[in-house]
């Protein structure tokens, strides 16, 4: 059974931090990341990262969000700093194949970052 099991997630004010966490299990994953969704708006992918070693940040949190993965821990983590109110959204895991990016076949099932200005 595959399980993606996200954490780290809360309400914090603008300016501050807030790590998310998401173990994997019963997957052999290639690439994890997180995507994230906002009242009324589309899910986006926010980070990604390969077990080649590739990483892709979208350009709306770079140079804030970090993504980083422990292979020994079957966990990807996103180190979520400077938070502005617009990147209140569910955030949610996943983990799928390497293609041109990182094709996602699984999901966890959301945590909730709110970021009050």
């Known amino acids: 059974q595959v399980q993606l099991v996200e954490s780290g997630g809360g309400s914090v004010q603008s300016g501050g931090s807030l790590k998310l966490s998401c173990v994997v299990s019963g997957y052999d994953y290639r690439c994890m990341g997180w995507l994230r969704q906002g009242p009324g708006e589309v899910r986006e992918t926010v980070a990604w990262t390969g077990n080649d070693g590739v990483t892709r940040i979208s350009d709306s949190v770079k140079g804030r969000f970090t993504i980083s993965q422990d292979n020994a821990k079957n966990t990807v983590y996103l180190q979520m700093n400077s938070l502005k109110a617009e990147d209140t959204a569910m955030y949610y895991c996943?983990?799928?194949?390497?293609?041109?990016?990182?094709?996602?076949?699984?999901w966890g099932q959301g945590t909730q970052v709110t970021v009050s200005s």
């Open positions: 996943a983990a799928g194949r390497r293609g041109v990016g990182c094709e996602f076949v699984h």
